[in-house]
């Protein structure tokens, strides 16, 4: 399975963007990335996945570069609320199964 | 109401007693997951499902038990808990080519 690297934790000021990097450079064919986070206590959350393309939803925008190698995961306005552990998770091509590595955590700060 | 739920969302139990976590699930995922997550760590893979009747081992089923015979349901079951085992676990659910979705959680405690 392609490992991902993540830094353990980032700080970001409310109101600004925060760009969560991420490295998987052993990626190959056909595999996902997926970002999932997890608020304190709570089962994680899904926020966004993509295989080649640039891809965005009502949460956030996910940037794969042309390589595949690395990721970003941008929440454009952060608030407080998206003080949270972040999770890079590349999916495998057989089978359906995520391993959720150490992530990054992410404090929004006021 | 439409979702996955698990029960208990706390538990205590004694060293040695035998243990089952509820998951439910009300899409008909075919996919279903159990992980456990020990204070301050990451989700280790405890077990999972690709359909009913289908279960294999993940990083950490030492212990552990599940089935699966109705596709909504996935039990996991500790035959004589430890307090290794205290933990909070977490069950998921996905269709196959989307991502998951997880129930809020039971919080373990083995005393």
């Known amino acids: 399975d392609a490992k991902t690297t993540q830094p353990t934790s980032m700080d970001c000021a409310e109101g600004r963007a925060a760009n969560l990097p991420c490295n998987h450079s052993t990626i190959s064919g056909n595999e996902y990335v997926y970002w999932y986070r997890q608020i304190h206590s709570q089962g994680p959350q899904y926020i966004i996945h993509g295989l080649k393309n640039n891809e965005t939803n009502e949460m956030a925008s996910l940037i794969i570069t042309e390589d595949r190698k690395s990721s970003t995961l941008i929440l454009p306005h952060a608030t407080l609320r998206d003080t949270a552990v972040y999770y890079c998770?590349?999916?495998?091509?057989?089978?359906?199964?995520?391993?959720f590595g150490g992530g990054t955590r992410l404090m929004v700060k006021p | 109401d439409a979702g996955i739920t698990q029960s208990p969302r706390y538990k205590i139990t004694e060293t040695g007693r035998q243990v089952t976590l509820m998951c439910h699930q009300t899409?008909?995922?075919?996919?279903m997951f159990w992980y456990r997550q020990d204070l301050g760590h990451g989700l280790r893979l405890i077990y999972y499902?690709?359909?009913?009747?289908?279960?294999d081992k993940g990083e950490v089923p030492d212990g552990y038990v599940v089935s699966r015979s109705k596709t909504e349901n996935f039990p996991l079951t500790l035959e004589s808990a430890t307090r290794s085992q205290t933990s909070v676990y977490f069950c998921?659910?996905?269709?196959?080519?989307?991502?998951?979705?997880f129930g809020s959680g039971t919080r373990l405690t083995v005393v």
């Open positions: 499902s690709a359909a009913a009747d289908i279960t």
């Open positions: 899409w008909s995922h075919s996919y």
């Open positions: 998770i590349v999916r495998p091509n057989a089978g359906n199964m995520l391993t």
């Open positions: 998921a659910s996905s269709a196959a080519t989307v991502g998951y979705t």
